[in-house]
């Protein structure tokens, strides 16, 4: 661990901190050729620059503290993302007190932040929108963030940092694998109709990807101002497959999730019937965007550790 590191690591949450920046050196050094010429000269001119620049300083300090002070952060939703991706993550900044706030910088710790110009005084707000880093599968919490800022003059950097206990971010398996989608049985109509089923049940919506026919494009919302949705039917016929765990026993149990989580896209996108099919856990064949993202979420969460064995008497 580096000395910043663990510096960083010592700071609590909710406190403002102050560090000097580099430029704080070279006013040092000014200040410094200053004072020597004054008292070399014994000139009143120099020393009243002198004093005049040192006490601007000390009171930009001030400043840049008061910049951060009762500057509330709140995250948004965190849309799910695939391992290997980058989740978006919006913040709100609220201004809690009497005077703007300015030149604010929001980032994830140790990495690039979201430059936030103005901040309104009395209740107003400014949002930022942070790229978290996602490498792995799971349900995990937001890592800490930090506010930032060097207003007004850039010779201190205020600091304070924030844990997002409430904020988790759902990442799913990454979705490849080298096994094309596996091939099931075909239903029609008339056979769904002898077996009691449904014909053609509404299923929700999801975003329309470039590319796919407009026939289903949910036009009310779009003039209601909403984005491109596409509706999407379950229960019209189609193929019916099972997308099994035990039918990729060449791979480990990481690959195996990434295989599934590509079947699962491969076959929303082609119209099918699908179900998927774990150790302890098998859901309905059916299709839809909410079908689709529940079988996703249950291969991200999935649980690879062993059972324990039973211990014996």
């Known amino acids: 661990m580096t000395l910043a590191q663990r510096f960083n690591s010592l700071m609590r949450p909710g406190r403002v901190y102050i560090l000097p920046t580099r430029a704080v050196i070279t006013l040092a050094l000014v200040l410094f050729a200053m004072w020597y010429a004054a008292v070399s000269q014994n000139n009143q001119m120099a020393y009243l620059l002198l004093f005049f620049l040192a006490s601007l300083a000390v009171l930009s300090m001030n400043y840049t503290h008061f910049n951060l002070v009762k500057l ?10 695939f391992a290997g991706g980058q989740a978006e993550l919006p913040i709100t900044l609220t201004n809690q007190s009497r005077r703007a706030r300015h030149s604010v910088e929001v980032a994830v710790d140790g990495q690039a932040g979201y430059f936030v110009a103005l901040v309104p005084a009395e209740g107003g707000s400014g949002s930022a929108r942070l790229l978290v880093p996602a490498p792995r599968r799971g349900l995990h919490r937001v890592p800490r963030l930090v506010v930032r800022s060097i ?4 010779l201190f950097e205020g600091r304070e940092y924030h844990h997002l206990t409430d904020a988790e971010m759902l990442v799913y398996p990454a979705a490849v694998g080298p096994h094309p989608l596996p091939t099931g049985d075909s239903t029609t109509r008339q056979e769904q109709s002898a077996r ?17 026919s407009q026939r289903h494009v949910d036009w009310r919302a779009v003039a209601r101002g909403q984005p491109l949705l596409l509706k999407q039917f379950a229960g019209a016929g189609g193929e019916r497959i099972w997308l099994d765990w035990e039918a990729l026993p060449g791979l480990d149990g990481e690959a195996r999730l990434s295989q599934l989580a590509r079947w699962v896209i491969e076959a929303e996108r082609g119209g099918f019937q699908y179900g998927l099919k774990l150790p302890g856990f098998t859901s309905r064949q059916y299709r839809g965007h909410d079908h689709e993202q529940a079988l ?13 064995m039973p211990s014996q008497p």
């Open 72 to 81: 509330r952060l709140q995250a948004g939703r965190i849309a799910p993302v």
């Open 151 to 154: 207003y007004p003059l850039g």
């Open 196 to 212: 009691g089923e449904g014909g053609e049940d509404y299923a929700g919506t999801r975003p329309y990807r470039i590319g796919e």
């Open 296 to 308: 996703l979420r249950q291969l991200a969460l999935f649980d690879l550790a062993p059972a324990p």
